[in-house]
């Protein structure tokens, strides 16, 4: 791992952190107008707020704990774990969140 790509990556995951957080603000503003939402729904999609940017953060220290452990270069792999998270978000939201009649 080059110290050079560790210093990139963790930036390119600060600004994927913000532009999460308002991917999942305003989706979830779409879909609560659209749709009437369960209090279940309304709480997964309240974490994910939450959730989906912070696993940016996340996946950065890891990568940077990582590199300082001397570890190996699919170690980068970390860098993709928030768009796991966002695809999860968005897998809900299609499947789960079903459209409301009365809207």
């Known amino acids: 791992m080059a110290l ?3 210093v990139a990556g963790t930036i390119g995951q600060f600004f994927l ?3 999460m957080f308002m991917l999942v603000v305003f989706g979830f503003s779409a879909v609560g ?3 009437r939402l369960s209090q279940f729904d309304s709480s997964v999609l309240d974490s994910a ?3 989906v940017p912070a696993s940016c953060i996340v996946s ?3 990568v940077i704990v990582l590199y300082r452990m001397g570890a190996g270069k699919l170690a980068y792999l970390w860098y993709t774990t928030p768009l796991f998270l966002f695809s999860g978000y968005l897998v809900y939201i299609k499947m789960f969140v ?3 009649a009365d809207l």
């Open 4 to 6: 050079g790509w560790v």
């Open 17 to 19: 952190a913000y532009m």
């Open 33 to 35: 107008n659209t749709q």
């Open 49 to 51: 707020m939450y959730s």
């Open 60 to 62: 950065a220290v890891v």
């Open 98 to 100: 079903k459209p409301s």
